[in-house]
């Protein structure tokens, strides 16, 4: 498999032209830290990580001139910063990274409409009917790169193949900047000399069960008796990890899949007690949750906060709402309240989290004579507008404000 800093990059150089090769997995390169770029583009080619500038943070994401040191998205900041010493850390703007997403989106929905979303920023395509007007698998998968990085500035890789499984997989290997396409004659030549770390499911415990079984390679398990994967694996395991290792995957690529929930969290520096204090932080992050749902044109049945205390342990609690709502005064009324009910005051707090989930389409809407969030509605929905001209942080709530600047103003109304 390619690392994760480029090193083993493969790709398809020349026209190849598979029509058994329609599916295809298109993934943008070091996304967060390459939206950072276009805003700071004279630290293009430096090792660059995007997170909060804290030793008790993690990273977001990072550059491939940082992955190269090991730094890895997921990683405790202090240890990312003892191997990268001289990375540069941005902090994070994830309205950015929604805007740029949907552009890319947008491209690839001209393509074709048979686009499968997973994240932000990847997706399947299926591009079977496509192929008439815009010819093969490579002359679509360049096109489209090429679009890209020339509306948004942006570069991304992309796999083609003729199961989804192989195309994740051909996308991975082509990074950065990269197609691959992967013909269905030369698919098990492409899968089998690749780690038994390359077939999905396969994490840090089963990889020793397989290796220890002398398994290291996906031809090792493609050519291993099923009984003996049966025993290590159970049932279920064996027989994915056995159709898996032969390329065999069924699925379609399905359209329209969106997004489970929406959430921010925060760690702190230092551990914090003070209630008051949290309650300030709920209503940060339960802002940017209620901005995200707006943005994206969604509502959230379930809100839900996560609580991770000084020795590590975690709690979620969440409570399903009367009505479905975008609004972060609302959410943060409901994340207020399953704090007090959790009863944890005495125990220090290192991480706070809000969450939406169980996400409805379609924008609020009263259906009564009355509507008792118009107020609020209307002040959340200026404030949208005057964030989107003039960037996040332009407005906040006055319970946002620090201490000092709360008394000369006046604390008025939350």
């Not at 990683?75 to 910063?81: D, I, K």
């Given at each position: 498999m390619s690392k994760q800093d480029g090193s083993g990059r493969q790709v398809t150089a020349e026209p190849l032209d598979?029509?058994?090769?329609?599916?295809?997995?298109?993934?943008?390169?070091?996304?967060?830290?390459?939206?950072?770029?276009?805003?700071?583009?004279?630290?293009?080619?430096?090792?660059?990580?995007?997170?909060?500038?804290s030793q008790r943070s993690v990273v977001t994401?990072?550059?491939?001139?940082?992955?190269?040191?090991?730094?890895?998205?997921?990683?405790?900041?202090?240890?990312?910063?003892?191997?990268?010493?001289?990375?540069?850390?941005?902090?994070?703007?994830?309205?950015?990274?929604?805007?740029?997403?949907?552009?890319?989106?947008?491209?690839?929905?001209?393509?074709?409409?048979?686009?499968?979303?997973?994240?932000?920023?990847?997706?399947?395509?299926?591009v079977a009917g496509?192929?008439?007007?815009?010819?093969s698998s490579w002359a679509i998968g360049t096109r489209l790169r090429e679009r890209v990085y020339s509306e948004t500035g942006l570069r991304c890789s992309a796999g083609a193949?003729?199961?989804?499984?192989?195309?994740?997989?051909?996308?991975?290997?082509?990074?950065?900047?990269?197609?691959?396409?992967?013909?269905?004659?030369?698919?098990?030549?492409?899968?089998?000399?690749?780690?038994?770390?390359?077939?999905?499911?396969?994490?840090?415990k089963s990889e020793e069960v397989l290796q220890r079984l002398g398994l290291r390679t996906v031809g090792d398990v493609a050519h291993a008796p099923l009984e003996?994967?049966?025993?290590?694996?159970?049932?279920?395991?064996?027989?994915r990890l056995h159709a898996l290792s032969w390329a065999r995957d069924p699925r379609e690529v399905t359209p329209g899949r969106e997004e489970k929930s929406i959430g921010h969290e925060t760690t702190f520096e230092t551990d914090r007690t003070d209630p008051a204090e949290l309650h300030r932080v709920l209503l940060q992050l339960a802002d940017g949750v209620g901005q995200r749902l707006r943005r994206s044109g969604v509502q959230g049945r379930t809100i839900a906060i996560k609580l991770r205390f000084s020795d590590f342990t975690t709690i979620t609690r969440s409570r399903t709402l009367a009505e479905p709502t975008q609004l972060g005064r609302r959410i943060y009324e409901a994340a207020r309240e399953l704090y007090d009910q959790a009863n944890t005051s005495a125990r220090p707090v290192r991480l706070i989290g809000v969450r939406a989930e169980q996400l409805v389409g379609g924008e609020a809407s009263t259906l009564g004579l009355w509507d008792d969030d118009e107020d609020w509605r209307e002040a959340e929905q200026t404030v949208d507008a005057i964030t989107e001209r003039f960037g996040a942080g332009a407005v906040r709530p006055a319970a946002l404000l620090r201490p000092a600047v709360q008394r000369r103003f006046g604390h008025g109304d939350d």
């Open positions: 598979d029509p058994a090769a329609h599916i295809m997995h298109v993934d943008m390169d070091a996304f967060y830290a390459s939206v950072e770029l276009l805003e700071r583009p004279e630290l293009v080619g430096k090792p660059v990580i995007v997170g909060h500038a994401a990072a550059t491939y001139e940082a992955r190269r040191y090991g730094v890895n998205s997921a990683m405790p900041m202090a240890v990312a910063l003892r191997r990268c010493p001289q990375a540069i850390v941005l902090e994070p703007h994830f309205d950015r990274y929604t805007h740029y997403s949907r552009l890319v989106m947008g491209i690839l929905g001209s393509l074709t409409p048979h686009v499968e979303q997973l994240s932000i920023d990847e997706a399947f395509l299926d496509a192929r008439k007007l815009l010819g193949a003729a199961t989804k499984f192989v195309a994740k997989l051909a996308s991975s290997r082509a990074k950065p900047d990269g197609l691959l396409v992967v013909p269905e004659a030369g698919t098990l030549d492409f899968l089998h000399p690749l780690p038994v770390s390359a077939l999905w499911g396969v994490g840090g003996m994967l049966r025993r290590a694996l159970g049932e279920a395991g064996a027989e």
